[in-house]
């Protein structure tokens, strides 16, 4: 095998939407008026952004400034040479993996074809068309949405949901749904109209002589004991289209960079595909886990392909030894489970939905998934749920959550809409999307659901623009309305590439009513921030009602730390309410943080910016802390993914990572409340629980202190007990006791564990924080010093304090940040891969 890279030193140009493949060749004979694009990928957005011809629509308003690009056709150019290695073998196959989206390909002047989609790669065998010395490649581009009209979308419209932005104007396209690309870059709540155009993945040659193994499937048949049963099977190309072929397929598997196992098979082959399979035990098998279960050991796996001429071709690849079951038995007559066994030991999944962290997503660098990915593993993460809106991610993020046990919920991309599934030419886009996708990521141990669609069948039924269902009425709807794809074709594809994987057609899913609580999985908006009654929104008890089995959506809006405000908006003349200001608020906002500050804090309108941000950031860390806690402790419920893990622009919205990669102040706050082990504390009648949480293989046992505490730090009723609380137990009442005659407004009850637990304290919420009558308190920083290169302090106050913050500078990581201390309470706190600052001075929450 040999590849060639052609992803440097590319030109780009504008035409006239109209310039189609008929006007190929006065295109590449013009000499001026190319942009120098000096690597792949390229969406055509960003050479205009280096030439200043137009600013990063991701800030100020400057999306609206760049909605012209979707009115022409781009056209890239590449020459290059090729030598008699490229020419004199049996296939060289041109591989382009994203095209965004409708493209027209040519080879000195051979038009090689058009393709239609983002999401599965341009391949073609081009060796009869290459020449030695100077080839030229031209690809014209184009957005994607000028090929459909009002006509194509009749049937299916009322159906199609485009979000939209307070002043009216369409912050998303109905014809989004013909065009097979990431259906955000149209316009959603969180997100502006931004229509990416471009190549968005690297361009090469492979050759290949005689034989190619395109693909091949590993899978953990069996775990005995210390054992695993593994089959690999191996998809191996004979390349010759009329002859029979001799070869020696070969298997080796290794760990830690030693081979483990090694097998080979003589292999008569027909012409074209060939399977072929092989079945082995692995001794000692060194198991993935999910984060904080356990370990996420990964296996090499290489298969290699030998003819009698000496030809060679080869596939690797790591992977993961582990299995998976999405548990749906039954609790009673009206009820099923829904959770996922991972190496038969069930989990609950504890993380976020994740947003494609640009709105131009070809220039996510691999540095941007490797933070984002650590830092979900650091705020205790196990899952992402990619949502259907999203573009499919590049190899390197599943890598990434590979090495770091997330484990991921993969939508296919179909998001709140009908799609047009009873077109032919659609259909064959689908099937070719979903086997190939399925076949990329399969060997991935982080893939742990394959999932429809988002919304899509929820929208059919119950969210249509007119108010009726897409299947009511005497008449059969004249198109199924995407329901083909998700109830026929795409569980087909799986079965056949990716059995072991479970699917489930849609999100949410189950029972009669598609997001109801008996039943599969929820998306808790309309009992929570999506609720007509603002005081549902903001009051985060409301989540100790939940009653389904899996919530794989919920949220609360909340803003950005100043430095990205101060990016995102392109000045630090920042107005509160200006046009650009509402711009980057989420759309489903409302005034809801001004009544929360109001209902939580204090009186909202006397404050400045920085007080704004930092009792907006406490408000959304509340909601979403208290939230994780609920859903954890709920009976029977296995999931907690929160809308958003992170941000493809800056805005005031969901996420607790924002897109400069900076930690909001909710990341905290969930941090604590996914901890792999957590006390919470929860009243039931006149009885106070304390629910232990522990995610780990071990068996927690610690002494434990609890009662009621008044906030100057006296004790009442404080007892000692032992406690043991088992590994993998997802909620257990270690302690039930009886509340006392002392006032909420005074102190709090609480639970202490010992320092050997590895658990901080924690308390009820009994009150709003402006309703509590809390005293000034002396605080106090201790032991400060440098460990292997991380700055480690000690916090105490005398007091109970709301809020502690240390006010560094906004990328500054830390162990623990705007957190509440008890009177007496001691905390390390270890600044992260930072100089020692010359002091800590801690601020916190004051009573007003």
């Not at 007990?721 to 590994?727: D, L, S, Y």
Request: hydrophobic share 35%; glycine share 8%.
């Amino acid at each position: 095998m040999y590849f060639l890279e052609l992803n440097k030193n590319w030109k780009l140009r504008s035409e006239e939407l109209y310039y189609d493949k008929a006007y190929y060749s006065e295109v590449s004979e013009k000499e001026d008026g190319w942009y120098d694009v000096s690597s792949l990928p390229c969406d055509i957005h960003v050479p205009l952004i280096e030439k200043d011809e137009m600013g990063d629509p991701v800030v100020a308003d400057n999306c609206f400034k760049c909605e012209w690009i979707e009115k022409k056709s781009w056209w890239f150019k590449k020459v290059f040479k090729a030598g008699k290695e490229l020419i004199r073998t049996t296939n060289s196959e041109l591989v382009i993996k994203n095209l965004d989206s409708e493209a027209d390909l040519f080879l000195n002047g051979v038009h090689l074809g058009h393709h239609s989609s983002s999401t599965f790669p341009f391949r073609k065998d081009v060796r009869d068309i290459l020449k030695e010395g100077n080839n030229i490649l031209l690809i014209r581009v184009s957005s994607g949405l000028e090929h459909y009209n009002e006509f194509d979308l009749a049937k299916i419209k009322d159906y199609v949901h485009a979000v939209y932005k307070s002043s009216g104007e369409p912050r998303g396209d109905e014809r989004r749904v013909f065009v097979r690309k990431p259906a955000y870059t149209y316009g959603w709540d969180w997100n502006p109209r931004i229509a990416t155009c471009g190549i968005m993945s690297g361009v090469k040659i492979e050759t290949y002589n005689e034989i190619a193994i395109r693909n091949a499937k590993f899978t953990t048949m069996k775990l005995t004991g210390d054992k695993a049963e593994i089959t690999v099977v191996a998809e191996v190309d004979n390349l010759y289209p009329a002859e029979t072929l001799n070869a020696v397929i070969g298997l080796e598997i290794g760990f830690e960079g030693k081979p483990i196992k090694t097998l080979q098979k003589d292999v008569f082959m027909t012409a074209g595909i060939n399977y072929v399979t092989f079945d082995l035990v692995i001794d000692d098998a060194r198991l993935w886990w999910p984060n904080g279960m356990g370990k996420q050991d990964l296996y090499n796996v290489k298969l290699s392909a030998r003819t009698a001429k000496g030809s060679i071709g080869e596939y690797e690849f790591k992977t993961g030894i582990r299995t998976i079951k999405l548990n749906t038995d039954k609790i009673d007559e009206k009820s099923r489970m829904f959770f996922f066994e991972i190496n038969s030991v069930p989990v609950f999944c504890k993380g976020g939905n994740w947003e494609t962290p640009d709105s131009l997503y070809g220039r996510i660098p691999d540095e941007k998934y490797e933070k984002l990915v650590n830092e979900a593993k650091e705020a205790n993460f196990n899952m992402f749920r990619f949502n259907g809106v999203n573009a499919y991610e590049r190899d390197y993020f599943y890598e990434c959550c590979d090495r770091n046990g997330i484990m991921i919920w993969q939508d296919f991309t179909f998001s709140c809409a009908a799609y047009p599934d009873d077109v032919r030419w659609f259909r064959h886009e689908v099937e070719k999307e979903i086997d190939f996708q399925t076949k990329r990521l399969r060997n991935h141990p982080c893939v742990t659901l394959w999932n429809g669609s988002n919304e899509c069948q929820w929208t059919l039924d119950k969210f249509s623009q007119g108010g009726k269902s897409y299947f009511e009425g005497d008449k059969k709807p004249a198109s199924s309305g995407g329901t083909l794809m998700w109830n026929e074709i795409i569980p087909r594809i799986v079965h056949n590439n990716s059995p072991d994987i479970p699917y489930w057609n849609s999100s949410p899913f189950g029972g009669k009513d598609l997001n109801c609580d008996e039943y599969g999985n929820n998306h808790r908006w309309h009992a929570g921030f999506m609720n007509d009654d603002t005081m549902v929104r903001i009051t985060p008890e409301e989540y100790d009602k939940i009653a389904c089995k899996f919530i794989a959506e919920f949220g609360c809006v909340g803003p950005t730390k100043i430095s990205t405000l101060y990016k995102y908006y392109g000045s630090k003349d920042i107005e509160i309410g200006s046009d650009i200001w509402k711009l980057h608020t989420n759309t489903f906002e409302k005034n809801t943080i001004k009544a929360a500050i109001q209902k939580h804090y204090r009186d909202p309108g006397s404050l400045s910016l920085k007080g704004y941000l930092l009792y907006a950031g406490m408000f959304q860390g509340l909601m979403l802390g208290y939230a994780f806690e609920s859903m954890r402790n709920a009976e029977n419920n296995y999931g907690g993914l929160v809308w958003s893990y992170n941000d493809c622009w800056g805005e005031i919205g969901w996420s607790v990572i924002d897109y400069y990669l900076v930690r909001k102040i909710s990341y905290y706050f969930v941090k604590r409340a996914l901890a792999h082990k957590r006390l919470i504390l929860r009243e039931s009648g006149k009885k106070i629980d304390i629910i232990c949480l522990n995610d780990t293989r071990e068996e927690l046992e610690f002494e434990l202190e609890y009662g009621y505490q008044t906030f100057e730090g006296e004790k009442k009723d404080a007892k000692m007990q032992r406690v043991t609380v088992p590994p993998h137990s997802k909620s257990t009442v270690v302690i039930s006791f009886q509340k006392g005659p002392y006032d909420i407004q005074k102190g709090i009850y609480y639970a202490w564990p010992d320092e050997k637990s590895g658990m901080i304290p924690t308390f009820l919420r009994s009150a709003d924080f402006k309703d509590l009558k809390v005293c000034e308190p002396n605080i106090s920083v201790t032991d400060m010093k440098e460990i292997k290169g991380n700055t480690v302090f000690k916090i105490t106050s005398d007091q109970y304090v709301h809020g502690v913050h240390f006010g560094l500078d906004d990328s500054i990581r830390l162990s623990d940040d705007y957190f509440d201390l008890l009177a007496g309470e001691v905390r390390e706190i270890t600044i992260y891969d930072e100089k020692p600052p010359g002091s800590i001075e801690p601020k916190y929450i004051v009573k007003k």
